[in-house]
């Protein structure tokens, strides 16, 4: 397996991590994956049209699914607030995730081949953003868990088909192995990261306020109309016991949240039924029963564990629980408390766009920029980047007339968590590739 092709994969954050996959990959690719074609057995240019056939379809498949649920993420603690329902399910998928990560790839995977282990995992995020049409606990929270579950399984196997894939065309073109790898996956990701414009593009043109009788200020209701009122504590100061207690000024039609939620389900679906359709088989049937799999999966939860021997991974560890909560924090903080209070969730998709741009341009950037000058002044840039931002939204408060300042906030966010993907992955993996 090509290692600078996974590095290429952590840098991408929108959505579940791929870095989850590596130690899988390392363990099984071997003993699971095999390429259902050989290039000796057909001609050589039937062996390249089937080749990128299978990679735009794994393209497309997963550009279409992250359309979906990406942006359907970033709008649960805006649209679905009650209880704290939308943090709470993105809470418990990544509480399942780690389950996911140390149990069921390898099994998953020898069972039923790459293709329909991609197809089973992605089921549970089709699920979960079908759960929106409804988002109570008891729909939300189950169909988290499944996507938890599912997370692991689906980027190994997505990992393994383009490191498979890519191998074996490197060698029927002698070609060098870690130039295609690295070539597929950088078109892969080009895809992905695509989803995040997309999926948020949709959300902005899709969502639209209520129409409400406009009596700000009064304390007081009309008949049946309920009062309105201006919310004026967005930003640092938000309250959100306070802003679900009161019927604000802009909140979202909830016919629009519904067709925007039906879009999205009809997006999963597409990516569905075109890996179903379109991607081959890889596969190679296991000898080992179920319990000698799990085993091999215990195996590789103690072998992880032996990683924390070396010092550098014990220092590793702040880096990435930092990488972790600023992420959360854009996600579930800054896109309720500064986007949707001061102007409403239909924006949170446009201003994500310029996170989401950044954070790509960035991952590029300081790919590059690390090889003349080390990773250690790439980690101060991104934290004098983050801690700048955070002391201009402790003094600022956002208005409709400064809205260019959330758009600034976002994208230099997105730069400095392009460097923490990028760098604490490339530094965590890289050793032991």
């Not at 192995?177 to 899709?206: A, C, E, P, T």
């Not at 801690?387 to 994208?411: D, H, S």
């Amino acid at each position: 397996m090509s290692n600078p092709a996974e590095n290429v994969g952590q840098i991408f954050n929108d959505t579940l991590p791929p870095s989850i996959s590596d130690l899988e990959l390392k363990s099984h690719l071997d003993n699971t994956v095999t390429h259902e074609y050989e290039p000796n057995q057909i001609n050589q240019k039937k062996y390249r049209i089937i080749t990128y056939k299978n990679l735009l379809v794994l393209c497309i498949a997963f550009l279409l699914q992250f359309t979906g649920f990406g942006a359907i993420g970033n709008l649960q603690s805006s649209l679905n607030y009650e209880a704290n329902v939308g943090v709470n399910s993105l809470s418990i998928i990544y509480a399942f995730l780690v389950f996911s990560a140390i149990f069921l790839p390898h099994p998953i995977i020898s069972i039923f081949g790459l293709k329909w282990a991609i197809v089973i995992s992605q089921v549970p995020y089709l699920l979960y953003v079908a759960a929106n049409l409804h988002a109570k606990a008891y729909l939300m929270y189950p169909a988290a868990a499944l996507v938890g579950l599912g997370a692991a399984p689906l980027w190994t196997s997505k990992c393994a088909y383009l490191t498979e894939t890519g191998s074996n065309y490197a060698k029927s073109t002698n070609s060098d192995k870690d130039v295609v790898v690295n070539r597929f996956f950088g078109l892969f990701f080009m895809f992905f990261q695509s989803s995040q414009i997309w999926g948020n593009l949709i959300s902005y043109l899709v969502l639209k306020p209520e129409e409400v009788i406009d009596k700000i200020g009064e304390n007081e209701t009309n008949g049946s109309v309920p009062v309105v009122v201006k919310y004026d504590k967005c930003g640092a100061l938000f309250s959100e016991k306070e802003y679900s207690a009161v019927e604000v000024v802009n909140k979202i039609d909830q016919k629009t949240v519904t067709l925007l939620c039906i879009v999205y389900i009809v997006i999963c679906a597409c990516s569905i039924t075109i890996v179903v359709i379109f991607l081959d088989q890889r596969r190679k049937t296991s000898a080992d029963t179920i319990p000698m799999m799990l085993k091999k999966s215990v195996k590789l939860l103690v072998s992880t564990v032996k990683h924390l021997k070396d010092f550098n991974q014990i220092l590793l560890i702040p880096l990435t629980m930092w990488s972790g909560l600023e992420q959360s924090f854009l996600s579930a903080q800054f896109t309720k408390g500064f986007v949707s209070c001061a102007f409403n969730a239909k924006y949170v998709g446009l201003i994500l766009i310029a996170y989401g741009v950044c954070d790509s341009i960035g991952s590029l950037t300081f790919g590059q920029l690390v090889k003349f000058f080390g990773r250690i002044p790439c980690f101060i840039i991104a934290a004098v980047c983050n801690y700048t931002l955070i002391i201009v939204m402790l003094i600022w408060k956002p208005n409709e007339n400064q809205t260019y300042v959330l758009f600034l906030i976002a994208g230099f966010w997105g730069l400095s968590d392009a460097v923490w993907q990028t760098q604490t992955n490339s530094e965590s993996c890289y050793p032991y590739c």
